[in-house]
């Protein structure tokens, strides 16, 4: 099937059909769906971008591989790559997959699905070319049936060319590097992400559910059915039910409605995320011949421009954070426990929601955000119409063969690939608001010129300083000099309505943004027209104006650097409801020029999932509990002037008054002058150090609600205090000793014989008292005794270019991360670390 023909199957079927979880069910059924097909590949990588014939090849001497798969994170980092995707390289790779067909095929209906493929990818199945699909980020589907064999194995072949390496601004990971199933199903059939459901009513009394259930009729005659749906909540208890008995022609396929009524329903929230499923089956001629499960939650989500966000009519602050879609040493293929410990760790310091920077992720993550109750902003796409530059994005506008991307493939493929984003997607109950793209501006020259902050396309001198200050123009100049403006051949505004068009007819039940990094053109330009939120970017010294001028828009902010204004934003304006730190966990890429860091821009999670000291300051601003807790740093790296004890220290520049990375460490050189920073909920800290009281701090005098001593450093403990009696709380910094020792530990000991559970394994330094020692760091080794897999390793520092799939590295802050994975074998395994001097430390497993 060629790509023009498979785009036009995929826009009869967003007529029809709706979203489905595509992940292998874990609910027993009478017929089985989904067969998982990631094991059991094989791979290599070629040296070309030729697309192989003969097919299917000879793969003997291939690697063996299960999927999910990255092939860029299993190589060395070298500085001879480019910066903007984290200095690993891509390539091109074919991949092969020997398999039997299913039994009776010719009577069904026969389907692979790939999550999500990277990219530019083109699949064949016995020599017979299914299609093709640029975009990396989409999921997609082929019909087998016409090329199976009755008598022989089968041989799927797909071919990844990835040498456009430094296509993303940031790592994008390469291969197939998602989730793989096969589906099979009778030849009257509800087609892969076949209903949508949605609750217009989801009151704590009431819900009303209505489900759109799309049939399939392939058979030469017309196929009279009984379809049954059944409402399941989350304790396996029917709470609804809904018979038709129905008809299709030969050949046809129809979208068929039932709506449903739950009294007392439990609803999806944050704190609760409690989940139903509609079981729909087909039964033909008293036979069930198809099933299929749409798990989903009952909540309601409004929207006001005045007043904010409403989640089940309760005001909800969206206290968000933008991550990339790889997670450090698993690079782009990232296991479901890997996400799940930084989800948790996320949440604990209050993040409610994720903004998907820039492009759809996997179905697991977002089974995961409905399952933890994490709120999705669903994006995607980072360009349109024009391409950013990759390795600069800002003003270069240079670009070579490397650095070639998605906008090639963009104005034939960007409705397909959003359809089938939204097929998948739109029934899980954490997807809150579609993002129509990322920063799209940038690549529209002239939308920065008409604002009046640069004058010179050639020498982009600002003349109002845009990071620094809010709009120096009227809307009415904004608007004359974009009129005025030279065009190119596309028009932003006209590409968004185009995308937004596609949007709604998907899905009316929920909102659509953008995030805007030149609102003040966007606003006037038609851009901001076309969505119901607009998302600002970087620029919280817009939203006053734009309320101001355009007070029946909504106005938020989509994207922004983490710090105390941008939650004052949400605070100080009803209407804005939203920020999303840029961003929560360190990513690769981004780093052009700044060899050895290949990562960076994290606030609360390194690249390993350590905590970083902005973990603890925004947990001490966004969850309801008593915090305190201690970060320090040298002056000269403080970005604060030299005071006396007794002042609050005065910023030499304004970044000083955003949190850094400080240390969560005392040990410095004797009389070293230090900045202590505090967080805390508190109104009033006082640090203490060996005792000696060294004052108090008010928050009142703190303006971005850190509390900060600047003192000479004095072996001891560095202790803080906040409170009074019963609501006294206390934390401390002592300062260590040498190491004499490390511990090893991990977050699970029992793993399921599945072969994708992971365990987290950390070392750590510490010294004869048991204290973590972070100043100090040594190399480790990791041993593993049965039937397990280590995934890799990370110290979690952003210059660490050690390789990740090793099983030895040397630590940093004196600790590291060693993920090991199961298999499909049950036993006990024994995980060991070792290091010169030290006593080598142990820890066993259950793989069940």
């Known amino acids: 099937m060629n790509k023009h023909f498979f785009t036009t199957l995929l826009?009869?079927?967003?007529?029809?059909?709706?979203?489905?979880?595509?992940?292998?069910?874990?609910?027993?059924?009478?017929?089985?769906?989904?067969?998982?097909?990631?094991?059991?590949?094989?791979?290599?990588?070629?040296?070309?971008?030729?697309?192989?014939?003969?097919?299917?090849?000879?793969?003997?001497?291939?690697?063996?591989?299960?999927?999910?798969?990255?092939?860029?994170v299993e190589q060395s980092f070298s500085e001879d790559l480019e910066g903007c995707t984290g200095y690993l390289p891509g390539g091109v790779g074919v991949y092969q997959k020997h398999f039997d067909s299913p039994e009776d095929f010719e009577n069904k209906s026969v389907f692979v699905l790939f999550d999500g493929v990277y990219n530019n990818a083109t699949f064949w199945l016995n020599g017979k070319k299914l299609g093709e699909n640029p975009y990396g980020y989409s999921p997609t589907y082929f019909d087998l049936g016409p090329f199976l064999n009755k008598d022989k194995e089968n041989v799927l072949t797909v071919h990844v060319d990835h040498s456009r390496y430094a296509d993303g601004r940031w790592y994008t990971g390469s291969g197939i590097y998602r989730n793989v199933t096969l589906v099979t199903l009778n030849k009257l059939h509800i087609p892969i992400w076949g209903t949508f459901i949605n609750t217009p009513v989801a009151t704590k009394e009431k819900a009303d559910i209505q489900l759109e259930t799309t049939v399939n009729n392939t058979v030469d005659a017309t196929s009279e059915f009984t379809l049954t749906t059944k409402i399941i909540d989350n304790e396996g208890k029917e709470v609804a039910s809904k018979e038709d008995k129905l008809s299709l022609i030969a050949h046809d396929k129809d979208v068929f409605k039932q709506n449903f009524s739950v009294a007392n329903p439990k609803l999806w929230d944050l704190d609760a995320p409690n989940m139903y499923k509609a079981i729909t089956t087909i039964v033909k001629n008293g036979k069930v011949v198809d099933e299929y499960t749409t798990p989903f939650g009952i909540r309601s989500l409004r929207f006001d421009n005045k007043s904010g966000f409403y989640l089940n009519e309760k005001k909800t602050d969206i206290k968000g954070v933008c991550i990339h879609h790889a997670a450090g040493l698993v690079g782009a293929a990232v296991p479901e426990g890997v996400w799940r410990r930084r989800f948790e760790k996320l949440k604990a310091c209050g993040v409610n929601a994720i903004r998907t920077a820039h492009n759809p992720y996997s179905e697991e993550f977002m089974n995961l955000c409905d399952e933890m109750g994490i709120l999705v902003q669903d994006e995607f796409f980072d360009e349109w119409d024009y391409a950013k530059d990759k390795r600069?994005?800002?003003?270069?506008?240079?670009?070579?063969?490397?650095?070639?991307?998605?906008?090639?493939?963009?104005?034939?493929?960007?409705?397909?690939?959003?359809?089938?984003?939204?097929?998948?997607?739109?029934?899980?109950?954490?997807?809150?608001?579609?993002?129509?793209?990322?920063?799209?501006?940038?690549?529209?020259?002239?939308?920065?010129?008409?604002?009046?902050?640069?004058?010179?396309?050639?020498?982009?001198?600002a003349s109002g300083g845009y990071w620094g200050s809010g709009p120096i123009l009227t809307p009415e100049e904004i608007k004359a000099n974009y009129d005025a403006a030279e065009k190119g051949e596309h028009i932003l505004a006209e590409t968004a309505h185009k995308l937004a068009k596609w949007t709604r007819e998907l899905d009316p039940t929920r909102v659509i943004t953008t995030n805007m990094v030149v609102p003040q053109t966007s606003m006037v330009s038609g851009y901001a027209d076309a969505v119901d939120i607009s998302g600002f970017s970087y620029r919280n010294k817009d939203i006053e104006w734009a309320n101001k001028h355009w007070p029946e828009r909504h106005i938020t902010i989509n994207e922004n650097p983490g710090t105390w204004d941008d939650w004052k934003q949400v605070l100080e304006n009803p209407g804005v409801f939203s920020i999303f730190m840029w961003t929560g966990i360190d990513y690769m890429g981004e780093r052009d020029g700044d060899w050895p860091e290949k990562s960076g821009w994290g606030d609360l999670l390194d690249l390993a999932g350590f905590e970083y000291q902005g973990w603890n300051y925004f947990k001490s601003i966004w969850v309801d509990e008593p915090h305190i807790s201690i970060g320090t740093l040298p002056i000269a790296k403080s970005g604060f002037k030299q005071t006396s004890i007794s002042g609050q220290q005065l910023p030499e520049n304004s970044n000083a008054y955003k949190w850094r990375d400080s240390n969560m460490h005392w040990n410095y050189e004797e009389g070293e002058q230090v900045v202590v920073e505090v967080c805390s909920n508190y109104s009033i800290v006082e640090l203490f150090l060996n005792g000696k009281s060294l004052g108090s701090r008010s928050m009142s005098e703190s303006p971005d609600r850190l509390f900060r001593w600047t003192i000479p450093f004095e072996a001891g403990t560095l202790t803080a205090k906040a409170g009074f009696g019963d609501a006294k709380i206390t934390t401390e910094l002592k300062t260590t000793s040498e190491p004499v020792g490390f511990t090893l530990t991990a977050d699970k000991t029992t793993l399921k014989a599945d072969g994708y559970d992971v365990s987290h394994f950390i070392v750590q330094l510490v010294d004869k008292d048991g204290l973590p020692v972070k100043t100090e760091n040594a190399k480790f080794e990791f041993e593993v005794e049965g039937d397990a897999k280590i995934l890799g390793v990370d110290n979690g520092a952003r210059s660490n270019i050690q390789d990740f799939q090793s099983s030895s590295l040397t630590s940093a802050k004196?600790?590291?991360l060693m993920i090991l994975q199961s298999v499909r074998k049950a036993g006990t395994v024994k995980v060991r670390a070792k290091s010169q001097g030290f006593e080598t430390q142990e820890v066993t497993l259950q793989i069940k």
């Open 392 to 461: 600069k994005n800002y003003h270069d506008r240079s670009f070579d063969y490397i650095t070639q991307g998605y906008v090639n493939h963009f104005q034939e493929w960007a409705q397909s690939d959003l359809t089938r984003t939204m097929l998948r997607d739109r029934n899980h109950p954490s997807v809150f608001q579609w993002s129509i793209g990322n920063e799209i501006e940038w690549t529209y020259l002239h939308y920065r010129f008409d604002t009046g902050f640069w004058k010179d396309p050639k020498k982009p001198q």
């Open 11 to 72: 826009l009869v079927i967003c007529l029809f059909s709706c979203g489905e979880k595509t992940t292998t069910s874990k609910t027993k059924s009478a017929v089985n769906r989904e067969t998982d097909f990631n094991f059991d590949w094989k791979f290599k990588l070629q040296k070309d971008t030729i697309l192989p014939t003969n097919l299917p090849l000879a793969d003997s001497d291939w690697r063996d591989i299960r999927l999910p798969h990255d092939w860029s």
């Open 814 to 816: 004196g600790r590291a």
